[in-house]
T-cell receptor
Framework: RKEVEQDPGPFNVPEGATVAFNCTYSNSASQSFFWYRQDCRKEPKLLMS???SGNEDGRFTAQLNRASQYISLLIRDSKLSDSATYLCVVNFNNDMRFGAGTRLTVKP | DVKVTQSSRYLVKRTGEKVFLECVQDMDHENMFWYRQDPGLGLRLIYFSYDVKMKEKGDIPEGYSVSREKKERFSLILESASTNQTSMYLC????????????FGDGTRLSIL
């Protein structure tokens, strides 16, 4: 079993749609969690940290479910510029584990 | 803003050459990392360093070495390049602490012919 698993997609959604991605992790002692965004042929960039109580940043909402060992990312009112690959990252003792990413395409 | 700079965006080398990839960060971060990213495999950790002159193997260190002589600089060395080392190489840095995210450089797309 992979340490961090994501549905690779692609998710193709129309502008304005709401889309959600899940990511599961295998290490129950994982300490911190992040979502990164990666555009084609570019480096990953931090989108948001994921806090235990859940957190929101504009149109983006991240949630953590420790009991079921997954994190989620919800994007509301999708924009064309949201098209990218979204990487789930799980950290244990400074050992960061990256998912392979979920590809999102937002279409006009 | 954190700035992580990699020396080259694109590099083409020949099989058997010794290849140096350089990475510099300007935020006084203790931790630095080298990854490679291949389609369908995600990011795989090659080596990392928590301090000057200190290095630790990641998941795929074979065929690579690293050097950290100064806090801001972390070099990746391909001792004798092979075609299966053609990849996107990403350097990252972070502060110490389990809730600290990593910040990435632009990446170096390396082709070994």
């Amino acid at each position: 079993r992979k340490e961090v698993e994501q549905d690779p997609g692609p998710f193709n959604v129309p502008e304005g749609a709401t889309v959600a991605f899940n990511c599961t992790y295998s290490n129950s002692a994982s300490q911190s969690f992040f979502w990164y965004r990666q555009d084609c042929r570019k480096e990953p960039k931090l989108l948001m940290s994921v806090y235990s109580s859940g957190n929101e940043d504009g149109r983006f909402t991240a949630q953590l479910n420790r009991a079921s060992q997954y994190i989620s990312l919800l994007i509301r009112d999708s924009k064309l510029s949201d098209s990218a690959t979204y990487l789930c990252v799980v950290n244990f003792n400074n050992d960061m584990r990256f998912g392979a990413g979920t590809r999102l395409t937002v279409k006009p | 803003d954190v700035k992580v700079t990699q020396s080259s965006r694109y590099l083409v080398k020949r099989t058997g050459e010794k290849v140096f990839l350089e990475c510099v960060q300007d935020m006084d971060h203790e931790n630095m990392f080298w990854y490679r990213q291949d389609p369908g495999l995600g990011l795989r950790l090659i080596y990392f360093s928590y301090d000057v002159k200190m290095k630790e193997k990641g998941d795929i260190p074979e065929g690579y070495s690293v050097s950290r002589e100064k806090k801001e600089r972390f070099s990746l060395i391909l001792e004798s390049a092979s075609t299966n080392q053609t990849s996107m190489y990403l350097c990252a840095s972070s502060q110490t602490g389990s809730n600290q995210p990593q910040h990435f450089g632009d990446g170096t797309r390396l082709s070994i012919l």
